[in-house]
């Protein structure tokens, strides 16, 4: 795993090449390539992605009609696959919730790797 | 961090259930990535734009029916449903947003950067054009026509930049080798 997610930062050297950051962090690589991967095995069409992208956008934008600062992208993102997920019933909401504990709670260090 | 710790975490998370239901492999998601920037970036964009310099009825070709006229390029992957090409010249400048959420002509241009995305970058560039160029260090001269073009999930729209002065003479891989990435999204000049 941790091999992995440095190689994936040595990838993405072409895009930095601009001076742009792709992803700020692996695990939203690793989003993309879930919500990507799942479109091409067909268990939805893009646009359905795209429009639960629009619809979390647009409820930031709503929440926020001040901000000077930009959403962060991925959150977005994240959201709106959660969302999909949930309304095709891809995970249960449930088994989601405690895995996501169980993860937050595991000792410290753990998920360093994931941070690089 | 702690937010993005979190994120890290839920991330985490829906890939071991998605692992698990046997639904996404962690090589396809890896693929996934590689493929969106080491086979799709910026590049695929650039050799349709110096083929269009190199050869004029390529050119014609691509203005007229961009998704057409990179068929026998074979780009792999990508969201490009139809691309449309917008040429800039010395009366005209143009540019590509997103003003709904973020759409992008992936499988010429790779990756969008984190600007695209940016409700600043999405709304500003409707309504002060000249302002958000300028801010990207594009100046134009005020008897040029700038032309917004807001793509959309059914089009999406790529820039045909200038060829730059100087550029007589060079081979097609040569030319490629000049084209950047926001020069594609028109918010830089080749030169």
């Known amino acids: ?47 359905e992605f795209r429009q639960r992208l629009i619809k979390s956008i647009a409820l930031w934008e709503l929440a926020n009609p001040d901000a000077q600062d930009s959403y962060e992208y991925y959150d977005l993102f994240l959201t709106a696959f959660e969302n999909l997920l949930a309304d095709k019933d ?27 | 961090m702690s937010e ?11 890939e071991l259930l998605l692992r698990e239901k046997g639904l996404v492999s962690e090589a396809q998601i890896d693929g996934i990535i590689q493929q969106y920037n080491a086979r799709t970036g910026p590049l695929n964009g650039a050799y349709l734009v110096a083929r269009a310099w190199a050869d004029a009825a390529f050119k014609a070709a691509l203005l007229q029916d961009g998704t057409r006229a990179m068929e026998p390029f074979n780009f792999s992957g990508g969201e490009v449903q139809k691309l449309v090409v917008k040429e800039n010249t010395p009366q005209t400048h143009n540019l590509v947003v997103c003003t709904l959420c973020s759409c992008y002509p992936w499988a010429v241009l790779g990756l969008p950067p984190r600007w695209y995305k940016d409700p600043a970058y999405r709304s500003r560039v409707v309504k002060e054009p000249r302002k958000v160029l300028g801010e990207f260090g594009v100046n134009l001269p005020d008897s040029s ?27 097609e891989a040569e030319l490629a080798e000049l084209v950047t990435r926001d020069s594609m999204i028109g918010v830089e000049l080749l030169d």
Request: aromatic share 8%; net charge negative; charged share 20%.
């Open chain 1, 1 to 47: 795993m941790r091999e992995t997610e440095y190689g994936l930062q040595g990838r993405l050297a072409p895009p930095l090449a601009n001076g742009e950051l792709v992803f700020e962090a692996p695990w939203q690589g690793r989003v993309f390539g879930m919500a990507r991967s799942l479109c091409e095995s067909g268990l939805y069409s893009w646009d």
């Open chain 1, 90 to 116: 891809l995970l249960g909401g449930a088994v989601l919730s405690g895995l996501i504990a169980e993860l937050t709670t595991r000792p410290h260090g753990h998920d360093h790797e994931h941070e690089h």
């Open chain 2, 145 to 171: 026509l700038v032309k917004v073009w807001d793509s959309s999930a059914e089009i999406r729209y790529m820039v045909l930049p200038q060829r730059p002065s100087g550029s007589e003479g060079m081979s």
């Open chain 2, 4 to 14: 993005t710790t979190e994120q890290a975490i839920r991330a985490e998370a829906i």
